[in-house]
């Protein structure tokens, strides 16, 4: 990967398309935090950082297409889980770097595009994961569009797990410890009630 490349076109993708079993089974992408949708709140965060910006969507098309424009799983990785998503905006994005954050992270740094994409551009990796207090945050990541025949070439041997396939295409890890209330997950009605709270 040659050193030193240029962030001329910046891609993010939102990752909606999961099925909120933690929230009861509904779109959490449209649970409300004090009144505005996760997904609008996550939208509002990243768009400013980046020239387009994508939602990875599998229900509720028409809403998510408000927020931007909506890529859905292909058919042959159907039920992949993130890396379906992942590969559907890598296929659509319109340049070389695409940045992720999964729809139920509503505080996201506002240099999380910025941050992830340093190592890549300075050609040390190409593909980075945002890491906080330790704990890595494998869905809140930013990849080179090289990778996206690696990625198929995985989805089709049946790989399914983010880390995996993450660690095999050589990530580097970008430390967010200066932001710790950026990764705080909303995945239960719990967490969002503490969430409204304060």
């Avoid at 659509?92 to 996201?108: E, I, R, S, Y």
């Avoid at 995996?164 to 890890?173: K, L």
């Avoid at 909303?186 to 503490?194: F, G, H, I, K």
């Amino acid at each position: 990967m040659p050193s030193h490349r240029s962030a001329e076109f910046v891609t993010v993708l939102l990752l909606a398309g999961g099925e909120g079993r933690r929230m009861g089974g509904v779109d959490k992408g449209w649970v409300e935090l004090d009144g505005v949708p996760l997904a609008a709140r996550a939208a509002a965060r990243l768009r400013p950082q980046a020239d387009a910006l994508l939602i990875s969507a599998n229900r509720n098309l028409e809403r998510y297409a408000e927020l931007g424009r909506v890529v859905a799983d292909a058919a042959e990785f159907a039920g992949g889980g993130p890396l379906a998503g992942l590969e559907a905006g890598l296929s659509a994005c319109g340049g070389g770097w695409l940045v992720t954050a999964p729809c139920d992270l509503p505080f996201l740094p506002d240099d999380l595009a910025a941050r992830l994409l340093a190592p890549l551009l300075r050609g040390e990796a190409p593909l980075s994961v945002a890491r906080c207090g330790g704990h890595p945050h494998p869905v809140c990541m930013a990849v080179s569009a090289d990778l996206l025949p690696s990625l198929r070439d995985y989805l089709r041997g049946g790989g399914r797990k983010v880390r995996e396939w993450q660690a095999r295409a050589g990530a580097a890890m970008v430390d967010f410890d200066d932001a710790p209330q950026a990764f705080r997950n909303l995945n239960t009605p719990d967490d969002l009630a503490a969430a409204s709270q304060g």
